[in-house]
């Protein structure tokens, strides 16, 4: 996130000594993206955070995919991934399913009620959305508070854990990139400023608060998802003190958090593609969020999108809230995942078109991811699939 943020103590200048109040010095340390020509912070530890006294495999979940074949539009239900009070003992981290994946991108999702471990992706930044629910990420940079709408945007390597809160479980909707994940370029000055014409500013981001330092003595450890052999590997660090020991960054690399609903839609006369509902992008792939708005003012307006067809992606609709007029008849409901491939032309169910016209608001929320490369079927994603989405256009198919 390109621009600055200070928490804690520093130095007045970088690269400098950093005494702690016995006269000992803070150990510095640089996170920073590109080989050190992008973005990055500087942190003051108080012990060496390239100590570690053991490392061992960690076994990750199922991340095994399988392609879309035959071609097919699918209909996932997320909800029915975790049943009953399964929730309570899982966690943010190890008790994610992967529901749909490829080369740039990898979707998972859970719903959990306790603490994860310490957990750090070498692999890339992620954006995850909470559909519902409340906790603390807590961070070497500090901590977020999180609830209901949150987009919580996680740098690579940052290490880090979820700790929900309340009665109700933490829904989360993991989107992990193998690359960074930024505010659109095209709403960025060539300095970084969001412009004018951007849904949203910098006041709407709200950054960590601390610092948070953990005195806790003795080994921790920490998980770590990295690249390996088939692509996705994981390991178990044990450090020989608490990671959270920052006593102070500064710099333009750190977790935030924004709500979806502080995203200022843009509208039109007609109907508007996509790209101007986006909110984030990543290498391969983009995010986009559809928020309750006012729609098409043209007298002759449809305001349901027309079909279209995918020619150089897929398109993944993550359905959080609201009514989502497009997809009535097709038993899509909250917490649903629509994936149309490319190669398929999609668009609203039977009579959804015509119920639309003289409509002026739309009640709905939904993410959406984008991919460049075709997604195929994670584990989650087999689990939980409607088999009958693929026909509801025509009114049969198979086994209807």
């Known amino acids: 996130m390109a621009y ?18 016995e006269g000992g010095l ?5 996170m920073g993206e590109e080989g050190f020509s992008s973005d990055s ?28 074949h035959p071609l097919l539009p699918r209909h996932l239900k997320l909800h029915d991934l975790f049943a009953d009070q399964e929730w309570k003992s899982a966690d943010v981290v190890s008790s994610r399913r992967l529901v749909l994946g490829n080369g740039d ?3 998972s999702y859970v719903a959990a009620g306790a603490p994860s471990e310490l957990y750090r992706n070498g692999l890339g930044d992620e954006c995850v959305y909470v559909e519902s629910g409340s906790g603390t990420v807590e961070t070497v940079f500090g901590s977020l508070e999180v609830g209901q709408g949150d987009y919580v945007i996680i740098p690579r390597a940052t290490t880090h854990r979820w700790v929900p809160s309340g009665d109700e479980p933490l829904r989360a909707y993991c989107i992990e990139a193998n690359s960074h994940i930024t505010p ?27 610092p948070l330092v953990v005195d806790a003595p003795g080994d921790v450890d920490v998980l770590v998802k990295h690249r390996g052999p088939n ?3 994981g390991t178990r660090y044990t450090v020989p003190h608490h990671p959270f020991d920052v006593v102070g960054w500064d710099g ?4 935030y958090v924004f709500n979806i609903r502080d995203y200022e839609p843009i509208t039109g006369r007609i109907h508007q593609p996509p790209p101007a509902h986006q909110v984030f992008e990543g290498n391969g792939f983009v995010i986009c ?11 002759l307006s449809i305001p349901v999108p027309y079909y279209h067809a995918n020619v150089d992606s897929d398109e993944i609709m993550f359905y959080c809230g609201g009514d989502y007029a497009a997809r009535k008849g097709s038993g899509i409901g909250q917490g649903s995942i629509s994936l149309h491939p490319g190669g398929h032309t999609h668009g609203p169910q039977p009579g959804a078109y015509e119920r639309s016209i003289g409509v002026d608001f739309f009640d709905e929320l939904a993410v959406m991811v984008d991919t460049f490369r075709p997604m195929e079927l994670g584990e989650g994603g087999r689990a939980s699939e409607d088999g009958n989405y693929a026909w509801t256009w025509a009114g049969r198919g198979p086994g209807r």
Not at 4 to 21: A, C, E
Not at 61 to 68: I, R
Not at 190 to 195: C, D, S, T, V
């Open 105 to 107: 991108v990898r979707i």
């Open 231 to 233: 692509g996705v590997s």
């Open 289 to 299: 969020n559809f928020v309750p708005r006012k729609v098409d003012y043209h007298p």
């Open 4 to 21: 600055y943020r200070q928490l804690g103590s520093i130095p007045p200048k970088r690269h400098t000594q950093h005494r702690t109040p």
């Open 26 to 30: 803070y150990y510095e340390e640089l």
């Open 184 to 210: 659109v370029k095209r709403f960025l000055s060539k300095y970084g400023q969001l412009l004018e014409h951007a849904p949203y500013c910098e006041r709407d981001f709200r950054g960590p608060v601390g």
């Open 252 to 255: 333009c690399l750190y977790p």
């Open 41 to 68: 912070s500087l942190l003051y530890h108080r012990g060496i955070p390239s100590a570690v006294v053991n490392a061992v495999p960690w076994e990750l979940p199922d991340q095994s995919t399988v392609p879309n």
